[in-house]
């Protein structure tokens, strides 16, 4: 979350360490030297999975060289970014795999031979999941859900993300991108200034291109904060569309996986594989998408708190109605109902979910969340050095009864008002999407003072369980501003395909400046 209640609640996922802990200052080497450069041809912050695989199927390239080009990358550019929290060791013995399947019997997707990061939440059983904590060190899961399809697909996983320990849902002064297991990462745009979110190890690592692509997690906002804030597409698709098996929860109301990716059609990629309804999310990717199309504009999610966004944001709807979109002035209804109950519910899913996940996973690790609060309060030199634990406490409080009536009263306000929300701003106006702000310019990060988080798009479509895609809208000064789209239940497909069109028309993204600081 970021910094839950006082902020929001817009931001609900988890960080944890990386391969260089860097909580003090950072300095960067030039930004030319910096570059991910070329391989094989290919220009390496810009090239996407279509032309890896060709050039891999065309004898250019292996799996086996383009993780080696990720790992050296990793080893050169993390520790001023600290976004790998763990390394795989297998990961070069599944490139030769890979490419063994290749020469043999061909690609089996997409995504063969790909290097693929995953946040540190998503169980994999050669390197555990910690959720950013170091309760969960010594945990012993299997493959999530996902995880297994993307092996089956010939994905390379090449390491574990940092994220914001229990994905910000832990205390209410927490900083994103930061856990007690790696510390805190940065934004490879400005190295002083903070990634967002729980997924911020995901976003600052593909932004940074530490690997193709990566996985993330949003409960509410840290899939699509942390890509707008790092200047990359970040997916979190409708509810229930990616499994949810093996990953370590705030709540199975709105949890989800999601891609993310330096453009659209390798996040669509990505979601062919871990989709549960094998739908080819390539196929909607349409360049004219935005021609004739009805956009709903919500301009006043900001409340006035950034004026350059809102400049930025103004040229980006005359831009869309360049593109062949007719825009519409829209407010979101129903947004203070979903506000007002989503916290409460969410506490008692998380105190509910959480007991359920430490009683699966195998392993030495406290056995429910009062184990983990006790956990913490032993460890507090490390575990609660910069904030508390005031949400593990409220939760606990509640006993996590999904019998309760309050509860579900709850529950079902948040959901039903944040899908009415969606549902009658679309049918009202005949829109087939909402874009909107994803986030403010990345703030400085401040450990012990929180985020000082201005304002956020995510909820209406996280609560919903609706899909919202964000891609790359502009740049304030050197610091990604990001645009996001949503609309309503199962339309993964056309939001994609919408944001398609505008990565294509703008060609919006660049590559990160690593500058320590801005002044």
């Not at 290919?42 to 050039?55: K, N, Y």
């Not at 927490?174 to 990462?185: C, K």
């Not at 993310?260 to 594989?273: E, G, P």
Request: charged fraction near 20%; aromatic fraction near 6%; proline fraction near 6%.
């Amino acid at each position: 979350m970021l910094s839950t209640v006082r902020r929001g609640l817009l931001a609900f996922t988890l960080v944890a360490a990386s391969l260089v802990a860097t909580t003090g200052p950072v300095s960067a080497a030039p930004a030319q030297t910096l570059g991910a450069g070329t391989l094989a041809g290919l220009d390496m912050e810009r090239v996407t999975i279509p032309q890896l695989q060709a050039a891999m199927n065309g004898g250019r390239l292996s799996s086996a060289g383009l993780t080696s080009f990720y790992l050296d990358r990793i080893n050169r550019i993390d520790p001023l970014v600290n976004a790998i929290l763990a390394l795989n060791g297998n990961a070069l013995s599944q490139a030769a795999d890979s490419d063994r399947v290749r020469r043999t019997s061909g690609p089996r997707s997409l995504l063969e031979g790909i290097p693929v990061l995953l946040k540190d939440n998503i169980d994999t059983a050669d390197q555990g999941a910690t959720a950013g904590s170091e309760a969960l060190l010594a945990s012993r899961p299997d493959d999530a859900a996902l995880v297994q399809r993307l092996r089956a697909a010939g994905a390379v996983i090449i390491g574990k993300a940092n994220l914001s320990e229990w994905a910000n849902f832990r205390g209410f002064d927490s900083t994103s991108g930061w856990s007690a297991v790696g510390g805190q990462t940065n934004n490879p745009y400005v190295l002083d200034r903070n990634p967002c979110g729980s997924s911020s190890g995901s976003g600052a690592g593909v932004a940074a291109s530490l690997a193709v692509v990566a996985i993330g997690t949003e409960t509410d906002g840290s899939i699509v904060c942390p890509a707008g804030q790092t200047g990359v597409v970040g997916h979190k698709p409708t509810l229930g569309l990616v499994s949810g098996d093996g990953i370590v929860p705030i709540s199975h109301e709105q949890d989800t996986a999601g891609p993310m990716a330096r453009n659209v059609t390798d996040a669509a990629i990505v979601l062919d594989v871990i989709d549960r309804v094998n739908q080819d999310y390539t196929d909607a990717l349409d360049p004219d998408a935005l021609s004739g199309a009805r956009i709903g504009v919500w301009s006043s999610v900001t409340g006035d708190t950034s004026p350059d966004v809102d400049a930025l944001f103004a040229q980006t709807v005359d831009r869309l109605r360049r593109l062949g979109a007719t825009t519409v002035e829209v407010e979101p209804p129903y947004l203070d109902k979903v506000g007002n109950n989503e916290f409460p519910a969410l506490l008692v899913e998380f105190a509910h979910d959480i007991d359920v996940y430490l009683a699966e996973t195998p392993g030495a690790h406290p056995e429910d969340l009062a184990g983990l609060i006790a956990f913490n309060e032993a460890r507090a030199e490390t575990e609660l050095q910069y904030f508390g634990q005031e949400i593990f406490e409220a939760a606990l409080a509640t006993g996590g009864d999904l019998t309760d009536p309050r509860y579900q009263r709850a529950r079902t306000v948040a959901t039903a008002a944040a899908q009415r929300s969606i549902d009658e701003t679309l049918a009202r106006y005949d829109l087939d999407a909402i874009v909107a702000p994803t986030n403010s310019p990345a703030w400085e990060t401040t450990l012990g003072e929180g985020d000082a988080f201005l304002f956020g798009s995510s909820s209406p479509a996280a609560v919903s369980g609706y899909p919202n895609v964000s891609v790359p809208m502009g740049y304030i000064g050197p610091l990604p501003i990001g645009m996001s789209v949503f609309a309503g239940a199962g339309d993964d497909a056309a939001v994609l395909g919408l944001a398609f069109a505008w990565e294509q028309a703008t060609q919006v993204r660049r590559a990160p400046t690593y500058r320590a600081t801005l002044g």
